[in-house]
Structures are given as structure tokens and as C-alpha cells.
């Protein structure tokens, strides 16, 4: 059914999905609904994720894992859709820097998702079809609360660690400042704990590009048959620049032109690099969803961890026990090393545990996804540490 946004206390949003891809599925608020920032509720939806690993007796070896915007829960496995090697399948495995014969990890498909967690693309049990705009505008803090209720019913009540890159560093750092008891350590990585203007005008140009596709049909693209695949594949592509760097785009491409010796004077593929956006543009279109791709967007864009402390990011963690390493890299312009220094200047003036490491990187933001030996060093290094640290304060 439609709850008027008007209605800030309307009645529950009951959810139905198709539960065709492989993993885990479990539907969550079935005993009592999910209050939204936005002032409604779901009841009875179906979330999706993965699991690698063994959890131990005492269940004290779980790292949950959040995914950034673009990412799923297939993290260290071939995708089903286009059959790619996991996005963190560098670091997720075992004897890798995340070890599943020591760790036992988590790995949810967000709320607002379209790989079978309760998102747009869902069926709304009332109309049967799709939700589209109808389904409620959602914040990085909906998506924990949701993760909460996933550990909750997987009888985990304290985490070891929680990370994630990028909008999972986000989350991450949600976790710590709302649920600093529910985890022992917090790595978020390339993030940062505000959407500044810049990150939001680039993804107003993306949203802006698929509700200029024709078949955007106003959010009812699926129930017309129509995917605006054009207006996605160009949000993707916009996107996608803000990942790299300008050095990176520029070792892989040049001004080198496109199965050509010479200038064609068109508007085809010319260079290399116009041919590589239009490749991850098209291929994105396969495995996202574009209502999706709208609010997940304007959930970074909403975030603000410090908006809640009036506007002091210290106040977020204060007295908290939870042990923290935030990594940046020099070449991530998105979200650059001084927000995460801000987070770390917010961490020491509460006298929180906190190491903190900038990588040398010209990768870009997506750094975190690559094969940096150095950030995998670093991430192992910690989670080590924080392991012998935490035996030890069991054994005092």
C-alpha cells in the first residue's frame, strides 16, 4: 500500500520479494516494524546477504562487512548476474587479509538494494507491483538499524569488527556512534562523515540523468515494461570518474584513441577513455536497478553524522569503547584524507582508541577495491592487534 509522506506516524509498509538469487534471505520486522527517519515503518520485509567463514562457539569471530554504493552482498564469490569475481575478492577468503578459516563475515544487500533486500524494485504485497517512488525515502542509519535487526536474528550480540569503503565506511561509522556496544572494532575506509556539497552535486547529476531518460516513466519504468537504461548508464559513467584519479585515468589511457590511427572528427568512441566510461555504463545497466540507484544517492546525500550532535562529529563517540583504525589514500579526491583526519580529530578529542593510516595511492577513491599491498598490510595488521587486544581484556 501508499503511505502518504504527510503521515509521519502512518501504518506499516508490508513488503513482498522474489527470493530467486542465491544466498541467505530472511524477512525482519515481522514481530514489531522498523521505524524510518523519514517517520514511516516497514513490517515484514525481506533482507538478502552472504556469509563466509565458520562463526565460532562463542560466536565472537563475526566482521560484518557493509558494501558501498554500487556494491551487494556478493563480496567474495562470482556475481550471479554478470558472473565477476567478488568486489572484495582480494581481501575476503581464506589466508587472505580478512581470513574466513579465522573470521566468520557478514555481508548484507543494503536497504533500498535491488539484489533482494526491500528496495524499489520490491512488490508491494497491496498492489502487487513494483514499489517505485512509492517506496519511503531511506538514510545510511535506516540501513544499519535494518543491519541490527539481521544480527539480532543471527543470535550475534557483539561483532568483532565492523568495515566497509566508501558508503560502507558510512555505515561503519553509524555503527560505532549508534551502537558502540554492539562491536569491538571500527574500520571505516575512504569515507568520510558528511556528504559535502561537491559529493552532492555530483550525484544530483546522476539522478538528474535517469529522470531525463524517457523510460524513467517517472519511477514506473518496470511496471510499463521500459528500463531507462541510457539516463543509468550516464549516472554510472559520471560516477565513475569520481573513483578515479586523474594520474590512474591517465596511465590507463592517455589521450590514446580507440581502434584508430587517426582523428575520425565524430562523436563516437574516440579516445580510449570515452570508450572504457561507455563499457562500465552499459554493463552497470545489467545488474542495478535505477529507483535504486535514487536513493541510495540521496541517502549519502542526507548523511551527517555530526547533524544530530549539533553539529559537534565528537559528541557522536563520546565515551565509546570501540577501538578504531580509519585508512584513507592519497588520490582519493572524493573523499579525501583531511574528512577522514576530521573524523580522527573528532576520535582523539573524546579519547577514543583510534589508529589512523593515509596510503600511498594514485588509484583514486577506488583504492579500497584494488590491489594495494600496503592497505592490505595495514587492515591485516589491525585486525590482528585488535584480536590479541581483545583476548587479552577476556583473560583480565
Request: with cysteine; charged share 20%; aromatic share 10%.
Given at each position: ?102 573470521y566468520f563475515v557478514i555481508c548484507p544487500n543494503i536497504l533500498g538494494g ?217 588520490g582519493d579526491w572524493l573523499y579525501p584524507t583531511e574528512e577522514n583526519r ?55
Amino acid at each position: 500500500m501508499t503511505v502518504p509522506k504527510s503521515h509521519p506516524n502512518g501504518p506499516s509498509i508490508a513488503a513482498t520479494g522474489t527470493q530467486s538469487l542465491p544466498g541467505h534471505h530472511v524477512r525482519l520486522g515481522v514481530e514489531k516494524p522498523l521505524k524510518l527517519d523519514c517517520g514511516l515503518e516497514i513490517a515484514d520485509f525481506p533482507i538478502a546477504y552472504q556469509t563466509y567463514g565458520e562463526l565460532n562457539a562463542d560466536k565472537s569471530n563475526a566482521i560484518f562487512v557493509c558494501h558501498a554504493l554500487t556494491g551487494d552482498q556478493y563480496l567474495a564469490e562470482p556475481h550471479p548476474v554478470t558472473g565477476k569475481e567478488g568486489w572484495w575478492d582480494l581481501m575476503v577468503g581464506p589466508g587472505k587479509t580478512i581470513d574466513t578459516e579465522r573470521y566468520f563475515v557478514i555481508c548484507p544487500n543494503i536497504l533500498g538494494g535491488c539484489m533482494g533486500t526491500f528496495g524499489p524494485k520490491e512488490i508491494n504485497s497491496e498492489s502487487g507491483k513494483p514499489w517505485g517512488l512509492n517506496f519511503p525515502v531511506i538514510t545510511i542509519c535506516d540501513m544499519v538499524r535494518c543491519q541490527v535487526l539481521l544480527l539480532d536474528h543471527l543470535g550475534i550480540d557483539k561483532l568483532f569488527a565492523v568495515t566497509g569503503g566508501s558508503m560502507g565506511g558510512m555505515q561503519v561509522l553509524e555503527w560505532a556512534s549508534k551502537y558502540p556496544k554492539r562491536l569491538f572494532a571500527a574500520i571505516p575506509i575512504a569515507a568520510a562523515a558528511h556528504h559535502t556539497a561537491q559529493n552532492i552535486a555530483f550525484h544530483e547529476v546522476g539522478r538528474q540523468a535517469i529522470m531525463a531518460d524517457p523510460d524513467w516513466c517517472e519511477g514506473d519504468y518496470l511496471n510499463q515494461g521500459k528500463n531507462p537504461t541510457k539516463g543509468l548508464a550516464v549516472a554510472r559513467m559520471a560516477a565513475h570518474i569520481t573513483y578515479l584519479s586523474d594520474q590512474s585515468l591517465h596511465r590507463k589511457f592517455g589521450r590514446r584513441l580507440q581502434d584508430r590511427d587517426a582523428l575520425s572528427y565524430g562523436f563516437d568512441a574516440e579516445f580510449q577513455v570515452e570508450s572504457y566510461l561507455r563499457h562500465q555504463g552499459i554493463t552497470f545497466v545489467d545488474r542495478f536497478d535505477a529507483n535504486s540507484y535514487l536513493y541510495i544517492t540521496r541517502a549519502m546525500d542526507y548523511f551527517d553524522l555530526a547533524a544530530n550532535h549539533d553539529g559537534n562529529l565528537a559528541d557522536a563517540f563520546k565515551d565509546t569503547p570501540v577501538r578504531f583504525c580509519v585508512i584513507s589514500f592519497t588520490g582519493d579526491w572524493l573523499y579525501p584524507t583531511e574528512e577522514n583526519r576530521r573524523i580522527v580529530h573528532a576520535l582523539n578529542s573524546v579519547a577514543a582508541n583510534v589508529s589512523f593510516a593515509e596510503v600511498e595511492s594514485d588509484k583514486g577513491h577506488d583504492a579500497f577495491l584494488l590491489d594495494e599491498p600496503e592497505f592490505h598490510r595495514l587492515l591485516k595488521g589491525f585486525l590482528d592487534c585488535a584480536g590479541k587486544n581483545k583476548a587479552d581484556a577476556g583473560n583480565e
